[in-house]
């Protein structure tokens, strides 16, 4: 753990003291995520043994960003129903390449994960200057794949502004620019995140729910990418 | 998402500097207050927009004096213009729901109270809170910032319905610049809200301290908790629907505007877009807008009314679940606003239903507060009068939804006044009365000094009057047909309601004023009050158990509390009265130990 902060370990007795805890109607507590926390309450002690909240955090804000899509799906299916200008809208080839290289992506984060959680867990096979090299390679692929993917959607734009396709040349290619603009914006952001990740980990200071955050949001990144690729390819 | 990286630790230390003490503060405590003076700033210039429309519709060519000073074109001769009225309307609206109503008493007593009331130190991402509040005020310049550009302000109504809204400048003054400040400003708006839900919700999950059951939450924290996870989900949907009706603007798309729309004999340049499109997004956002506005203060009006009955509420659990049950409905039930919209009158009758249901936890909850009303030994003070004004105002308010929740009543009713007095009384009257009742009832946590209570009782009977006074003769100008978004009744048989009309103007100016005085006992109590002690009402919840008064930067001091008891143990026999503390070790009998 000399290069790491690890994240809270179980704190002993305190399985016990919650299988004694008195049931209903009674003066003790029976919740609160930081009951884990020692029973004295001093500040100090509680920091370092309550549940990270980036574990809950990101799962609140892919509900959010979940909302937004439905948001925009529904609108491109109720704006599809009643119109007469909606022309087919040939998907630019290259998008199935960006598609590979965004789970490319999503695999090397992965592959990074797993090893910080290795020795985060206290394998300690080999030196600890090593131990944050390999991770922080496998972040700078999954940080390169993700740019190289923004870059792609960048030419897939590029292609269709080729064929004349702008973004009011009807409704079909209205929502592509729309729903893939805001996507790679989602995209950039976790570009941020993985950055972030990246220079606690060289700082030696990153934990592992921040990580795991990133990774989920990333991950996240992917199936909606599968998705809203399999809406534009049947939709326009 | 990237920043919680950052915050894991949740602890920041003690600001030394007076920008990072009062101006970005990452305390809770001080992004409480700022959310309460900008509510406060956007809730004097929305009511002095209406003072202007009331005086209008009274005295349609009269003259008011300085008008000109707002508008550039809006005004000649200090005479409003229909186009300046209707830029009044869509502004008061706007500012009014969007921040007052709903930054009030969410954003700002539930970011103050929220992770005091779960005993925590601070929200989880400071960094995002402080983000969240100023995003906001970012928001309200935008807003504010179009009475200064191009013609003013947007004149589409705070609904913004297409196509006007999305037409441009064609569509009248304001539709232009105005609407894309307007959609902007939404737009930032809605950034703000999600930065606070994620940091509301986080808070109620992970930051409870220990012996916190979600059970032993006080109402107000249920209240906060239930809206920011309809915020979550109500402004991820609008926001969306203002990126698509600023591309509509600025990119030529059509999303919202039909084609072959001629205006000034000139075809506008758009084609195939669904007008109806906008109103289901908004209405998405619009109807759950309308619960994150009240939610929060029926949790607020329960935990002050509580501590003044000196019992418990006849069922804790009951409450807790009508006011999710409200939450949850609401998202089935916004096709009610779009009964005379031109939607098919199957999916009228589907909305409908869901809008007859969700009268029954909205009884619940008012059956719960009357009948444990009933038979306690009320303390009568400015807090619990205005909670008693806010289940009065629910009550009158609600009773017209029946009404409307009718497609057939509707179709008739809504386009006048009626549906204008139901919304006034049952979101905006009742939801700001909600505001004062945790104004009278933490100003002395807040601020360790007590307000002056025979003000605060003036301002509650001018207001509780004044208020009826107003908006009652409303629901009778409906049913007259007196229709609504008119700036003028001149000859025609809106003719004889005129009178009425003035009297509602007299009473507005009247009730408007009344605030005034509770402006100036904010002010006053603030330097000159009698000074607070820990617990002046004998409450038991953790905001009352702060070493000192206001709270320290970390709440709390060195040790956070534990929990011991429900949230409401009052009427019990203990050694400091009948009452006793959540953070009080002592075991005592109780009946209603509910959870």
């Given at each position: 753990?000399a290069?790491?902060?690890n994240e809270?370990?179980a704190?002993p007795?305190t399985s016990e003291?919650?299988?004694q805890?008195p049931?209903?109607?009674d003066?003790?507590?029976?919740?609160?995520?930081r009951?884990?926390?020692p029973?004295t309450g001093?500040?100090?002690?509680?920091?370092?043994?309550?549940?990270?909240?980036?574990?809950?955090g990101i799962w609140?804000?892919l509900?959010?960003i979940?909302?937004?899509f439905?948001?925009?799906t529904?609108?491109?299916?109720?704006?599809q129903g009643g119109?007469?200008?909606w022309?087919?809208l040939?998907l630019?080839?290259?998008?199935?390449?960006n598609?590979l290289v965004l789970?490319?992506?999503s695999?090397?984060?992965?592959?990074?994960?797993?090893q910080?959680?290795?020795?985060m867990g206290g394998?300690k096979t080999?030196g600890?200057k090593t131990?944050?090299?390999?991770?922080?390679l496998?972040?700078y692929v999954?940080?390169s794949?993700g740019?190289?993917?923004?870059g792609?959607q960048y030419?897939?734009?590029l292609q269709?502004?080729?064929q004349g396709?702008f973004?009011?040349?009807?409704?079909?290619s209205?929502?592509f620019?729309?729903?893939?603009?805001?996507?790679?914006?989602?995209?950039?952001?976790?570009?941020g995140?993985?950055?972030r990740?990246?220079?606690?980990?060289?700082?030696?200071?990153?934990?592992?729910s921040?990580?795991?955050?990133t990774?989920?949001?990333w991950?996240?990144m992917?199936a909606?990418?599968?998705y809203?690729?399999?809406?534009?390819w049947?939709?326009? | 998402?990237h920043d919680?990286?950052?915050h894991?630790a949740v602890?920041h230390h003690?600001?030394?500097?007076?920008i990072?003490k009062h101006v970005?503060?990452?305390d809770?405590?001080?992004i409480?207050k700022?959310y309460y003076g900008?509510?406060l700033?956007a809730?004097?210039v929305?009511?002095?927009?209406?003072?202007?429309?009331r005086v209008?519709?009274g005295?349609?060519?009269?003259a008011?004096?300085?008008l000109?000073?707002?508008?550039?074109?809006g005004a000649p001769?200090d005479v409003?213009?229909?186009?300046?009225y209707?830029?009044l309307?869509?502004?008061?609206a706007?500012i009014?729901?969007?921040?007052v109503?709903?930054?009030a008493?969410?954003?700002a007593?539930?970011?103050?109270f929220?992770?005091i009331?779960?005993?925590?130190?601070?929200?989880?991402f400071?960094?995002?809170?402080?983000?969240?509040?100023?995003v906001t005020?970012v928001?309200f310049?935008?807003?504010v910032?179009?009475f200064f550009?191009?013609?003013?302000?947007?004149?589409?109504?705070w609904t913004?319905y297409?196509?006007?809204s999305?037409?441009?400048?064609v569509g009248?003054?304001g539709?232009?610049t105005g609407?894309?400040?307007?959609?902007?400003s939404?737009?930032i708006?809605c950034?703000?809200?999600?930065?606070g839900s994620?940091?509301?919700?986080?808070t109620?999950?992970?930051m409870?301290t220990k012996?916190m059951?979600?059970?032993?939450l006080?109402l107000s924290?249920?209240g906060w908790?239930?809206?920011?996870?309809m915020g979550?989900t109500?402004?991820?949907?609008?926001?969306?629907a203002?990126?698509?009706?600023?591309?509509?603007h600025?990119?030529?798309t059509?999303f919202?505007?039909?084609?072959?729309i001629?205006?000034?004999?000139?075809?506008?340049p758009?084609?195939?877009?669904s007008t109806?499109?906008w109103?289901?997004?908004?209405w998405f956002f619009?109807h759950?807008?309308?619960?994150i506005?009240i939610i929060p203060g029926?949790?607020i009006?329960?935990h002050v009314?509580?501590?003044?009955m000196?019992k418990?509420?006849?069922?804790h659990?009951?409450?807790v679940y009508?006011?999710g049950?409200l939450?949850?409905?609401?998202?089935?039930?916004y096709g009610?606003h779009?009964?005379?919209?031109?939607?098919?009158?199957?999916?009228?009758?589907?909305f409908?239903?869901p809008?007859?249901?969700?009268t029954?936890?909205?009884?619940?909850v008012?059956l719960?507060?009357l009948?444990?009303l009933?038979g306690?030994k009320l303390r009568?003070?400015?807090?619990?009068?205005f909670?008693?004004?806010f289940?009065s105002?629910f009550?009158?308010?609600?009773v017209?939804?029946?009404f409307?929740?009718?497609p057939?009543?509707?179709?008739?009713l809504?386009?006048?006044?009626?549906?204008?007095g139901?919304?006034h009384l049952?979101?905006?009257v009742?939801?700001?009365?909600g505001i004062?009742a945790?104004t009278?009832?933490?100003?002395?946590?807040?601020?360790?000094?007590?307000m002056?209570?025979?003000l605060?009782?003036?301002?509650f009977w001018?207001?509780?009057?004044?208020a009826?006074?107003v908006f009652m003769p409303?629901h009778?100008l409906g049913?007259?047909?007196?229709?609504?978004?008119?700036?003028a009744f001149?000859?025609?048989y809106?003719?004889?309601?005129i009178?009425l009309?003035?009297?509602?103007t007299v009473a507005a100016?009247?009730t408007?004023a009344a605030?005034?005085?509770?402006v100036?006992?904010l002010?006053y109590s603030?330097?000159k009050?009698?000074p607070?002690t820990?617990?002046?009402w004998?409450a038991?919840?953790?905001e009352w158990?702060?070493?000192t008064?206001p709270?320290?930067?970390n709440?709390f001091?060195?040790k956070l509390p534990?929990v011991?008891h429900?949230p409401?143990?009052?009427?019990?026999?203990?050694?400091?009265g009948?009452?006793v503390?959540?953070?009080s070790?002592?075991?005592v009998k109780t009946?209603?130990?509910?959870?």
């Amino acid at each position: 753990m000399a290069t790491t902060a690890n994240e809270p370990v179980a704190i002993p007795g305190t399985s016990e003291e919650r299988s004694q805890r008195p049931r209903r109607a009674d003066s003790s507590g029976n919740g609160g995520r930081r009951n884990g926390v020692p029973a004295t309450g001093k500040l100090p002690a509680v920091k370092k043994y309550s549940p990270p909240p980036a574990s809950t955090g990101i799962w609140v804000v892919l509900a959010s960003i979940t909302m937004s899509f439905a948001a925009f799906t529904s609108a491109l299916i109720v704006r599809q129903g009643g119109a007469t200008d909606w022309h087919h809208l040939t998907l630019p080839p290259i998008l199935y390449l960006n598609t590979l290289v965004l789970f490319a992506s999503s695999f090397a984060l992965e592959k990074a994960r797993r090893q910080v959680g290795a020795f985060m867990g206290g394998q300690k096979t080999q030196g600890p200057k090593t131990q944050t090299d390999k991770p922080a390679l496998w972040l700078y692929v999954a940080l390169s794949l993700g740019l190289l993917f923004v870059g792609g959607q960048y030419v897939a734009w590029l292609q269709l502004r080729a064929q004349g396709l702008f973004l009011n040349t009807n409704p079909n290619s209205s929502f592509f620019y729309v729903l893939t603009a805001i996507h790679a914006l989602h995209v950039l952001g976790g570009l941020g995140g993985l950055v972030r990740v990246i220079s606690r980990l060289n700082q030696s200071i990153l934990r592992k729910s921040p990580l795991d955050a990133t990774a989920y949001y990333w991950h996240f990144m992917d199936a909606l990418w599968v998705y809203l690729l399999l809406l534009l390819w049947m939709k326009l | 998402m990237h920043d919680m990286a950052k915050h894991e630790a949740v602890a920041h230390h003690a600001p030394t500097s007076f920008i990072s003490k009062h101006v970005f503060s990452l305390d809770h405590k001080v992004i409480g207050k700022q959310y309460y003076g900008m509510a406060l700033l956007a809730a004097l210039v929305g009511m002095f927009l209406s003072w202007l429309m009331r005086v209008h519709l009274g005295w349609t060519n009269a003259a008011i004096p300085g008008l000109h000073l707002l508008t550039k074109n809006g005004a000649p001769g200090d005479v409003m213009t229909p186009e300046f009225y209707l830029q009044l309307m869509t502004m008061h609206a706007t500012i009014m729901v969007f921040f007052v109503l709903t930054t009030a008493p969410f954003a700002a007593f539930g970011n103050y109270f929220l992770p005091i009331q779960v005993g925590a130190e601070d929200m989880p991402f400071p960094h995002f809170n402080m983000m969240s509040f100023w995003v906001t005020f970012v928001g309200f310049l935008v807003l504010v910032s179009s009475f200064f550009v191009g013609t003013g302000p947007t004149l589409g109504g705070w609904t913004q319905y297409a196509p006007l809204s999305a037409l441009g400048e064609v569509g009248g003054p304001g539709e232009g610049t105005g609407v894309v400040l307007w959609a902007l400003s939404i737009a930032i708006f809605c950034v703000g809200q999600l930065l606070g839900s994620l940091n509301f919700i986080t808070t109620t999950l992970d930051m409870r301290t220990k012996g916190m059951s979600l059970w032993r939450l006080p109402l107000s924290a249920w209240g906060w908790f239930i809206t920011s996870c309809m915020g979550l989900t109500a402004f991820a949907v609008l926001m969306p629907a203002c990126i698509l009706l600023i591309l509509d603007h600025v990119a030529g798309t059509s999303f919202f505007v039909t084609g072959n729309i001629v205006i000034n004999d000139q075809m506008q340049p758009h084609s195939g877009g669904s007008t109806l499109l906008w109103q289901h997004l908004f209405w998405f956002f619009g109807h759950p807008e309308v619960y994150i506005a009240i939610i929060p203060g029926m949790g607020i009006v329960s935990h002050v009314l509580m501590a003044n009955m000196r019992k418990p509420m006849l069922s804790h659990r009951v409450l807790v679940y009508s006011m999710g049950g409200l939450a949850a409905l609401s998202y089935m039930v916004y096709g009610h606003h779009m009964f005379v919209s031109g939607m098919n009158p199957v999916s009228s009758l589907a909305f409908s239903f869901p809008t007859l249901v969700i009268t029954i936890p909205s009884t619940i909850v008012v059956l719960i507060w009357l009948g444990s009303l009933y038979g306690a030994k009320l303390r009568i003070n400015s807090a619990s009068l205005f909670g008693l004004g806010f289940i009065s105002m629910f009550i009158a308010g609600g009773v017209s939804g029946f009404f409307l929740a009718q497609p057939s009543i509707d179709i008739m009713l809504h386009a006048t006044y009626f549906v204008v007095g139901h919304f006034h009384l049952v979101m905006g009257v009742a939801a700001m009365f909600g505001i004062f009742a945790g104004t009278y009832f933490w100003f002395p946590k807040m601020y360790g000094r007590m307000m002056n209570e025979t003000l605060g009782k003036v301002h509650f009977w001018l207001s509780f009057v004044g208020a009826y006074a107003v908006f009652m003769p409303f629901h009778y100008l409906g049913l007259a047909g007196n229709v609504r978004r008119y700036q003028a009744f001149t000859p025609d048989y809106m003719q004889p309601l005129i009178p009425l009309h003035r009297f509602i103007t007299v009473a507005a100016l009247i009730t408007g004023a009344a605030q005034l005085i509770f402006v100036y006992n904010l002010i006053y109590s603030r330097f000159k009050g009698a000074p607070a002690t820990d617990n002046p009402w004998q409450a038991t919840s953790l905001e009352w158990s702060t070493p000192t008064t206001p709270p320290p930067h970390n709440n709390f001091g060195d040790k956070l509390p534990e929990v011991f008891h429900d949230p409401y143990q009052y009427g019990v026999e203990s050694s400091v009265g009948d009452y006793v503390m959540q953070a009080s070790p002592e075991k005592v009998k109780t009946e209603h130990d509910e959870a």
